[in-house]
């Protein structure tokens, strides 16, 4: 379908006039074809135009007012909408970059299945939605190297309603069936497993997910508890803030007492040689209590929340295991304050990060499972004044997990107040709809390709639908995402129709 033909403009601002009759919509993809390749091109403003001065087209807007109905003589010819493109790929025998204008005066059309035969379905795909042009969805499915993009981090930034749980649902239903990739997943919601709704307990293949929560753990799932002795001084860094003389005084206590070093601030033991004021005793010890749910009464200790003295010696290490044989491990984090979400998933990040460490070392990380950290808000520990008291084992990931095969999946509302060095290690950024123009900036200041054209689109996207710009895409794509309920249905779907031909399939006869 014939949507208009090219004016004027630059290589950066190409302007398009729009046939009469047709709509062009913001981040519409659009097509000319120039001999044997075609250039794809993408709306990213649209304008108003006319023949006749704004003078007296004010004068005829007042005669309709006015006087009544007022027409203008070729009003099709003669008024009309510019839509301003910028020029994406060029498509022959191999998509390749756009260095050249199409042909001035070329007839533009809307672009068609056929012409995205060049976008090929990876060996290890992670499955997004359908392409989509404007808010047209189109019959064609985007997938990403799922290998690659865990590992070397995304960045899912959206306001509040545009769809964030939606999109990770979908993301992990998928990842269920593959076996390229282990996620820990830090639910503060209660959402993705689905204890009285639809979640990943109802995916066929729900031995691949291990989920662990606090209290009253239905079937097949697991009891929330950690030993105290797993807890190392390192793993408070971003989840309580801890002055100097604090943070030295975790350090002295763990040096001296190893494992039993909770216990041994507890009892106030002493250090020889080593000395810390009153106050800071006392705000240390305070803390412990109040974040651990611990008690010490008459050289007793009891456990309220989900650490102990007693269970939970093995719960790190077999969440670890189930990482590395590519499972999706959910901990139910809903019953918690935001700071033992953030000390459990310390916990667990140090501990895999640790080991893949050491099978690097040892040459054997080419045969483990990308591991992925789902973190939501995720300022909360790669914040500006977060990562101003120190560092943490989430920068630590940010900055050089990609080298050991362990990423993150950061999700926020509000993308400026993180670094823009760690934004710029996130190499896959998946934009729903960003309202403030603060935070759009950010991510197009960071993003892989140039979206700096893409402000007023990234304001306009519905909820569902997103702008993907990696580095793995050869141009920013826009995806229609789908409603986690319809996904699942589909893929029930799709999972029966290839049983039934299995069935059906019965061999040859000789």
Known sequence: MLKGQIVSG???????????????????????????????????????????????????????????????MDEALRNYQLALLKSVLTIGTASKTSKRLPPFFAKVREIKKEDLLFITTPQQPLYLGKLRSGSKEMDFDIFLPGKEVLSHHVLIPASTGKGKSNLLSCMLWDLVSRDFAGLLVLDPHDEYYGRTSLGLKDHPRKQNVCYYTPSHPPVGARTLKIHLTKLKPEHFQGAIPLTDPQRQCFHAYYRKFKEQWIRSILEERRIEGVSFHEDTMAVVKRKLISLLGLELEQGKLHCQGIFDEVAGENTITEICRELERGKIVIIDTSYFSGAIEILVGSLIATEIFDKYKWYKKEGLLDDKPVVSVILEEAPRVLGTKVLEQGSNIFESLAREGRKFKVGLIAITQLPSEIPKSILANMNTKIILGLEMNTERQAVIDSSPQDLSQDSRTIAALDRGEALVSSTFTRFAVPVKIPLFKEFVKKDREENKEEKAVKVEFRGVGV
């Open 10 to 72: 630059d290589f950066g601002k190409i302007a398009m006039r729009v046939k009469s009759g047709e709509q062009v919509e913001l981040g519409e993809l659009l097509v000319v074809e120039d001999s044997s390749e075609k250039v794809l091109l993408q709306v990213y403003d649209l304008l108003y135009g006319s023949q006749i001065s704004i003078q007296n087209l004010e004068m005829v807007a007042g005669l309709n007012l006015e006087e009544g109905d007022f027409s203008l």
